[in-house]
C-alpha cells in the first residue's frame, strides 16, 4: 500500500521530498490563521461582543492583519540577553512543533514519514518545546522570563507523564505505536472508536468509563503540556507578565505564538487519532471517500483546539502547587488504575 | 546491612539565594501604578514592600487653594471608581459645619446615586479579582452590566465616571423624567446576571481553590490596622457605617451588612472578601429598590444650595461608607473661601498598608490574588 500519493505522482525525488515537506507546513500556515481566528471569534461570543468587524469580512482578515503588524514590529534585543540562545529559541520551539507533523497522517495516502514508532516520536519531539521555552526564559536574563521558563519546564515534565501513561495505553489496545494502524483499526461506525472501547465483543461497555477516563487524562494533559488555560502558569499573564516570552518582540514573539497553535494541532490530532478514530467516518461507510477522509480528521482536530479555545475562555488558572498536585496526585494514579484495568481487558478478548 | 540509619541533613546548606522582584509600577495585576519589591524564595514570597506615590497629585494641598466646590472634581479624581460616594462625606462635612438641612429628595437620590456606583465599583473588583485569577469572561460579562448604570449616572450628571454632582446643599441636576423606571430596570437586570458571575467564576472549583485559606486576615490585624469595608467584614466583623452609625437617611432602609463566614476556607480569606462584595451588590439593589419607592417625586433638587459656600470657623470630621471601607474628610475652615486644610482618610490607603502582613510565606501567584482581593485604587492610595 503506498502510504504517499506524492511518490505515487512523481516517484521519489528531491522534488517529492521537498513537497512533502512543503504541504504540512502551508496547512500549519493556513490553520493557524484559522486557529487564531477561531479565537478571537470563539472569545467574542464567549465574552458577548462581536470582536474583530473591520479587517475583511466580519473582520475574517484579522489574523492576516496581525501577522503582518507581528512583522513589521522592531525585532528589539534586550542588551543583557544571551543573543545566540535568545535568538535560537523560538525557531528552536517551531521547529520542534513542526516536526511533530512528520508523522501525521492526514489521509492513508498521505502520511510525510510513515514509521513504526509514530507516537513515540511525537512524544520525543514533543519534549523539544521544553528546551525551547529553557532557553528563551533564560537567555532573556529577566527575572518574569525566568520565573516563566522555571514554572513551564516543571509543568510540561510532570505533564508528560500522565500523558505518556494515556497514549501507552491505547498503544496495548491497538498493538501498534503507528499512528496510520491506529486509525485503521478504528474504521467502522464511531463505537469502534478507543474513546467506547475500540473494536471489541458487546461486553466491552463494561470498560467504556475506563476509556472516556484515559481520553480526559489526556485532554488535561495535553492542555497542561500546550500551557493552555487553566494551566497557563508559565505564560501566566497577572503573575509574571508574558512569562518565557516577555522579551521577545515582533518575529520572534510570532515565531512562539506560531508554536503554540502548531503544538494545540499536534494534541488535537493525536487526541482524535487516538480516541476518535483519526480520519475515518464516524459513520461506517457514510462519506468514507478517500478525499473525505483528510477533512474528517482536521475536522475533530479542530474540535479539539475548539475545546481548548473554549476552555481559555471560560477558567481561572491554577496555582503552580495545586498543577503539580493535580498531575502527580490525581492524573498518575488514575491513569495507572485505566492501564491496569484497560490491560486486563486485554487480555480477555 | 539492614540497620535503620538515621540521615542527618543540613537544611541551611540548602539554603538557596532569594530572589529580588521589582513588581511593577508597569504590571498587569498591581491595579495601576503600585510597585512592589518582592522577596521570592523560589515560588513563596518571604517579604513583600510596597512602594507608593507613584500617582501622587498632591490633592491636600491643592484643596487648599480652591474654594470649597472646587474641591469635588479633584475628589472625583482619589478612588474614580466610586466617584459619587467620594463626594459624599466631603459634601455631608460641609452641610455639617454650615448647618445646611438638605431636601429629602436629595438624600434619596444620594442614596441612589452612590448606591448604584457601589455596585458598580464592586463589579470591578469582582472583574479584576477575576482577571488576576486568570479568568477573563467574567470581567466583560461585569463591565457590559456596569454599563447599564453608567448610563443613568451618565444622564444625571453628564460624566460617565467623575460625576462632580453632588453640591453643597444639594445635587447638580435633577433627575430625568424617567428616572425611577430606568433604575427599577436596572436592579432587575443586575439582580438577573450577578448569578451567572457566581456560576461562571466565584463557585468554580479552580477559582475556590485559588482563593479560599489564601491570603487570611485575622480580624484583630484587620482592626489593627484600621482596614474598614469588605476587608474588615470579609474577616467576620460586623462593621458598616450605614448601620453601625447611620448617616443621612440609611436607618430607613432594610438590609443586611454582609460578613464573611468561611464557607468555603477560612474566616477572612479572599474567597470570603470576595463574596462580601457579591453580596453586597444584591444588599445594594435592595437598598435602591426601597429607596425610588420611597422617594418623593415633588420638590426642588437645588432648594438649599446656598449662594456662596463659606463654612464657619470650626472643624469636623466627616465619614462615610465607601465601597471600598471607611472614606472620611477632615476639613478645618477658618471662615474663608478656601477650606484652611482637607486632610482625606483613604480607605485603599489603609487597606493596602496590611498587605506585607498578610502575604508573607504565600505562593507568588497568591500574592497577586491578594493584592486584588484588597480591591485597591491607586488614585485613593497616593492621592
Redesign the interface.
Same mark, same amino acid.
Given at each position: 500500500m503506498e502510504y504517499n500519493f506524492i511518490h505515487s505522482l512523481i516517484d521519489n525525488t528531491i522534488l517529492a521530498i521537498i513537497l512533502i515537506t512543503l504541504l504540512p507546513l502551508g496547512f500549519v500556515v493556513i490553520y493557524a490563521l484559522i486557529a487564531i481566528l477561531g479565537e478571537l471569534k470563539i472569545a467574542s461570543f464567549v465574552q458577548e461582543r462581536l470582536g474583530p468587524m473591520r479587517t475583511g469580512w466580519k473582520g475574517t482578515m484579522q489574523p492576516v492583519a496581525e501577522v503582518v503588524k507581528l512583522l513589521q514590529k522592531e525585532d528589539i534585543t534586550p542588551d543583557a540577553a544571551d543573543k545566540p540562545l535568545f535568538n535560537l529559541a523560538p525557531f528552536l520551539m517551531f521547529a520542534g512543533a513542526f516536526a511533530g507533523f512528520a508523522v501525521i497522517p492526514f489521509s492513508p495516502f498521505f502520511i510525510p514519514a510513515n514509521i513504526e514508532l509514530g507516537l513515540f516520536y511525537l512524544f520525543a519531539i514533543g519534549s523539544l518545546a521544553v528546551i525551547g521555552l529553557v532557553m528563551g526564559g533564560w537567555a532573556s536574563n529577566n527575572k518574569y522570563s525566568l520565573l516563566g521558563a522555571m514554572r513551564s519546564v516543571a509543568q510540561i515534565i510532570s505533564y508528560e507523564v500522565p500523558a505518556a501513561m494515556a497514549i501507552l495505553t491505547v498503544a496495548m489496545m491497538a498493538n501498534s505505536l503507528n499512528l496510520n494502524e491506529i486509525s485503521a483499526n478504528q474504521s467502522g461506525w464511531f463505537w469502534n472508536w478507543y474513546i467506547f472501547g475500540g473494536p471489541g465483543p458487546i461486553w466491552k461497555i463494561f470498560f467504556i468509563p475506563f476509556t472516556i477516563g484515559i481520553a480526559l487524562i489526556y485532554l488535561v494533559s495535553s492542555l497542561a503540556e500546550t500551557n493552555r488555560t487553566p494551566f497557563d502558569i508559565p505564560e501566566g499573564e497577572s503573575e509574571i507578565v508574558a512569562g518565557y516570552h516577555t522579551e521577545y518582540s515582533g518575529m520572534k514573539f510570532a515565531m512562539f505564538f506560531f508554536a503554540e497553535y502548531a503544538n494545540m494541532f499536534i494534541v488535537a490530532s493525536i487526541i482524535s487519532y487516538l480516541f476518535f478514530g483519526g480520519w475515518n467516518s464516524p459513520f461506517g461507510d457514510f462519506l468514507n471517500y478517500w478525499w473525505m477522509q483528510p477533512i474528517w480528521f482536521i475536522l475533530k482536530s479542530f474540535f479539539f483546539v475548539f475545546v481548548a479555545i473554549w476552555l481559555r475562555w471560560t477558567l481561572p488558572r491554577l496555582r503552580v502547587d495545586q498543577l503539580m498536585y493535580m498531575s502527580w496526585k490525581v492524573l498518575l494514579p488514575m491513569s495507572f488504575l485505566c492501564f491496569l484495568v484497560l490491560g486486563i481487558y486485554m487480555m480477555l478478548i | 546491612m539492614g540497620e535503620k540509619r538515621k540521615i542527618e541533613i543540613d537544611y541551611s546548606q540548602l539554603d538557596s539565594e532569594r530572589?529580588r522582584? /521589582?513588581v511593577g509600577p508597569q504590571?498587569?495585576?498591581t491595579h495601576g501604578v503600585l510597585r512592589l519589591e518582592v522577596e521570592l524564595d523560589g515560588?513563596i514570597v518571604t517579604d513583600v514592600v510596597p512602594h507608593i506615590g507613584y500617582l501622587h497629585r498632591c490633592f491636600e494641598k491643592h484643596a487648599e487653594n480652591m474654594e470649597y466646590p472646587q474641591v469635588v472634581p479633584y475628589i472625583d479624581r482619589m478612588d474614580y471608581i466610586s466617584s459619587m460616594n467620594n463626594e459624599w462625606p466631603y459634601i455631608m462635612g460641609i452641610e455639617k459645619l454650615m448647618g445646611i438641612k438638605v431636601p429629602e429628595k436629595v438624600e434619596y437620590l444620594r442614596v441612589i446615586v452612590a448606591e448604584l456606583n457601589r455596585i458598580a465599583n464592586h463589579q470591578i473588583a469582582i472583574a479584576t479579582f &477575576?482577571?488576576? +485569577? &486568570? +479568568?477573563?469572561?467574567p470581567l466583560?460579562?461585569l463591565f457590559?452590566d456596569r454599563e447599564y448604570i453608567l448610563a443613568i449616572l451618565e444622564k444625571l450628571s453628564g460624566g460617565r465616571l467623575l460625576y462632580n454632582y453632588f453640591r453643597v446643599g444639594g445635587m447638580a441636576n435633577d433627575i430625568y423624567p424617567t428616572f425611577k423606571e430606568e433604575v427599577l430596570d436596572v436592579v432587575k437586570q443586575i439582580r438577573k446576571t450577578m448569578p451567572e458571575i457566581l456560576d461562571?467564576?466565584i463557585n /468554580?472549583k =479552580?477559582?475556590i481553590?485559588?482563593t479560599a485559606n489564601v491570603g487570611i486576615l485575622p480580624a484583630d490585624v484587620a482592626i489593627n490596622y484600621g482596614c474598614t469595608g469588605p476587608m474588615l467584614r470579609g474577616s467576620g466583623v460586623n462593621y458598616d457605617l450605614r448601620r453601625t452609625e447611620p448617616y443621612s437617611i440609611y436607618d430607613r432602609f432594610d438590609f443586611e451588612v454582609q460578613v464573611g463566614k468561611g464557607e468555603m476556607g477560612t474566616v477572612g480569606d479572599c474567597w470570603d472578601r470576595n463574596i462580601v462584595r457579591y453580596r453586597e451588590v444584591l444588599e445594594s439593589c435592595k437598598i435602591i429598590e426601597q429607596a425610588v419607592q420611597q422617594m418623593p417625586t415633588e420638590g426642588d433638587i437645588k432648594e438649599a444650595i446656598p449662594k456662596k459656600v463659606r463654612a464657619p470657623k470650626g472643624e469636623i470630621y466627616c465619614k462615610a461608607e465607601n465601597p471600598k471601607g471607611e472614606l472620611g474628610f477632615y476639613i478645618v475652615s477658618d471662615g474663608k473661601n478656601n477650606p484652611y486644610r482637607i486632610k482625606a482618610r483613604a480607605t485603599s490607603f489603609n487597606n493596602l498598608s496590611v498587605l506585607p502582613e498578610i502575604s508573607k510565606g504565600y505562593?507568588? +501567584?497568591?500574592l =497577586?490574588m491578594i493584592l486584588g482581593s484588597i480591591d485597591i485604587v491607586l488614585g485613593e492610595v497616593d492621592r
Open positions: - | 530572589m522582584l /521589582n504590571h498587569p495585576s515560588e &477575576g482577571l488576576d +485569577a &486568570g +479568568a477573563f469572561t466583560l460579562w457590559r461562571l467564576l /468554580n =479552580i477559582f481553590d485559588r505562593m507568588f +501567584a497568591d =497577586i
